[in-house]
């Protein structure tokens, strides 16, 4: 596909805001996004932000500055027609291992933090003719992963999330759908690995995990997230796009 400059891209003229954007799969998504032609803003409590886009410094667990940086965005933007609702944080640990504070800061940065971004901008989405949400969710939204009982239950409340809003929203030409990922190469896996007793150990243990073999990189998801926003999957909502490698669905016998 041609780059914004060119004219050829598939999302010309359309305007999209991605959410923890400054890295990983949010990095990875806001420049597909306008290798393909659309206007980017980027939402991020990042100090800064990748070139390019419009830049909006914001932590989406507080309402007052969510609010100010998607209007901001849709002043300078002129509307959006695509957001990417993929600010979140990691936990570790089973059931016990995570007080009540730690519960409630990652739930209202994963969950609640999309609904504040979406409530923000859905005046100007409802304003769009080609409106879509895409969620990040998580393969640990449909599989039981170990030591991830928090990640987990935040994820699975993102893809309930994603079915009700898509249900909510679908009579007004809005759509919605999520990405579930396995465990993909960024910044916040990278950190894990380096707290690991034995990081290569781990590393391969990560990526045995995944029938293909290896991590997920951040340009894959981002190329799923983008297929989603897109016109051309007008008809798609209400769905959940697993990029996984296999982890979801498939069942390998071990090699011997």
């Known amino acids: 596909m041609g780059s914004s400059s060119s004219g050829m891209g598939e999302l010309d003229g359309l305007r999209a805001l991605v959410t923890g954007g400054a890295s990983g799969i949010g990095l990875a998504t806001a420049r597909l996004l306008r290798a393909r032609g659309a206007r980017v803003a980027v939402l991020d409590a990042a100090a800064t932000g990748p070139e390019g886009v ?7 667990s507080d309402d007052t ?41 990652v739930f209202d940065v994963n969950v609640v933090g999309m609904v504040r971004v979406a409530r923000a901008a859905l005046p100007a989405l409802r304003r769009s003719p080609q409106a879509a949400i895409v969620n990040t969710s998580s393969i640990a939204a449909t599989a ?27 009579r007004e030409g809005i759509r ?32 045995a995990r995944q029938p293909h073999g290896r991590l997920v990189s951040a340009e894959e998801v981002a190329a799923a997230i983008v297929f989603l926003a897109s016109p051309a999957s007008g008809s798609t909502t209400g769905t959940a796009l697993a990029v996984d490698g296999g982890m979801a669905g498939l069942r390998l016998r071990q090699r011997t």
């Not at 419009?54 to 989406?60: G, S």
């Open 54 to 60: 419009v830049y909006e410094r914001a932590n989406v």
């Open 176 to 207: 919605v759908n999520a990405v579930n990922p396995g465990t993909v190469d960024t910044p916040w896996i990278g950190r894990l690995l380096a707290a690991a007793d034995d990081p290569a150990a781990e590393r391969a243990a990560l990526e």
């Open 144 to 170: 039981g992963l170990p030591s991830r009982a928090l990640y987990s239950a935040t994820k699975g409340a993102v893809l309930s999330l994603t079915l009700a809003m898509a249900a909510d929203l679908i």
């Open 65 to 105: 500055e969510v609010r100010a940086a998607v209007d901001d965005v849709v002043e300078r933007l002129g509307g959006v027609d695509i957001l990417v609702n993929n600010a979140g944080i990691g936990a570790q640990g089973g059931v016990e291992d995570n007080d009540d504070d730690e519960w409630h800061h």
